[in-house]
């Protein structure tokens, strides 16, 4: 049986006001969201900073001390599959057709369980820091092999299973159409959708035909009932536009919330007539767009000089023409981005910086795309901190929103699935260091 929590003093920064508030769960569940007239002084709550990882998963009454609380982030763009394999495969160029290239030219030797170890350590890391839903989407190279193609999907879905009580885990493998081997990579894809992965991606800008390949994406989607989710434009070439056949194809099989877009690279390189055109048939086919900062940031503008061209999307129009848009990791230490450690706050910072959105009024904003916004594209019911809604959240060591992305707190508190799944030792410890008798301590 789930144990109930009840805490006090704890500040939403998605929540209408400034004000702090007292939260109740019962049965894993929010129960409920009273705000407070004023700060509760408890020795009945004990806070939070004081507990231990073992004292809190016994506790039953905390005092979070105006620390700032937020729904689970959901990262809805990343390559668990990938994620940690720099140390075996580099990109010297550091452009996109480069670290595709290296890849595929290593995938074939790596293990089922050295796949399903990198995934196992990603997914629970970025949970370390509050993600408690990822969408990953998962390189299946067929015209190498069906067995090479397999070996990933299997240990992903090993891996989803044995991280199954700490994080939940969307599988989107990319499917990359080529008319030559049809018939193959369709029976291929069949199967695996049959073993249990979510939804059908790809890189349609990177295909022979793209829009052929659109269309049997889609023949494959709504023949099992999934979702798509595809790699979009990741170009600096204006002339490359996927978007436009994807959106035709979102309005022909009503797909309006059921289809993901992510990159759109090449929509900040285009004429602003145009990019119009296509961020207004987005809003009306109802697709989600991701924005991937830190690896297009990276990877983009390579063949620039002087005004480099850096890859973001146009996040603001996407966002004043009611796009869903999210902010996500993509990749993390490996061929296609050399750093990054799955902590979407630090890809709400950089999204911050990279799309303008700073005043204080964008914070709101921002942490929506980190959370309720990928909620809506990952199709997650009942989410947010909401009476009846699952209790999933984290805890961060900021007072307000604006301060989240200004300190970066490394500590965290997270809860999920009834129970407290991860807490820092890091813990923030001082007085005004200019008093008679000021400590400095971290521990």
Known sequence: MPADLEAVNARLPLAQGDGLFK???????????????????????????????????????????????????????????????????????????????????????????????????????????????????????????????LRTVEAALEAREIVKEFVDIQYFPMYFYDPAIKRGLTEFAEETLQMGVDGVGGAPHLAPDPEEGIRWAFQLATAFGRPIDFHCDESDNPEVKTIDAY???????????????????????????????????????????????????????????????????????????????AAASDNIQDPFHPFGRGDVLQIGLMTAYAAHLAREEDIVTVLRMLTHLPATIAGIPDYGVSSGNPASFVVLDAVSGEELFQELPATRWVYNKTRWIYASELKRQWTDPLSDNATVSVK
């Open 247 to 325: 959106c035709d194809q979102v309005l022909i099989h009503g797909y309006a919330g059921r289809a993901a877009a992510g990159h759109l690279c090449s929509l900040s390189a285009m004429a602003q007539e145009e990019a119009d055109r296509l961020i207004a048939k987005m809003a009306e086919a109802g697709i989600g767009a991701v924005t991937l900062p830190a690896v297009n940031l990276y990877l983009q503008g390579r063949g620039d000089q002087g005004n480099v061209r850096r890859g973001l999307t146009r996040v603001k129009e996407l966002v004043n023409a009611g796009v869903p848009v």
């Open 23 to 149: 939260l109740t769960i019962r049965d894993g569940k929010w129960s409920s969201i009273e705000a407070q007239e004023e700060i509760v002084v408890s020795d009945r709550h004990v806070p939070i900073s004081k507990l231990n990882f073992e004292e809190l998963r016994s506790a039953r009454e905390i005092d979070l001390q105006e620390r700032v609380l937020l729904p689970g982030f959901v990262d809805v763009h990343m390559h668990l599959d990938k994620a940690y394999s720099i140390a075996h495969v580099r990109n010297r160029s550091g452009t996109l057709l480069e670290a595709i290239e290296n890849y595929r030219s290593i995938a074939p030797t790596f293990s089922k369980e050295s796949i399903r170890e990198r995934i196992v350590k990603a997914a629970l890391r970025a949970a370390s820091f509050g993600s408690l839903m990822l969408r990953s989407h998962l390189d299946v190279p067929f015209h190498l092999g069906r067995e090479v193609a």
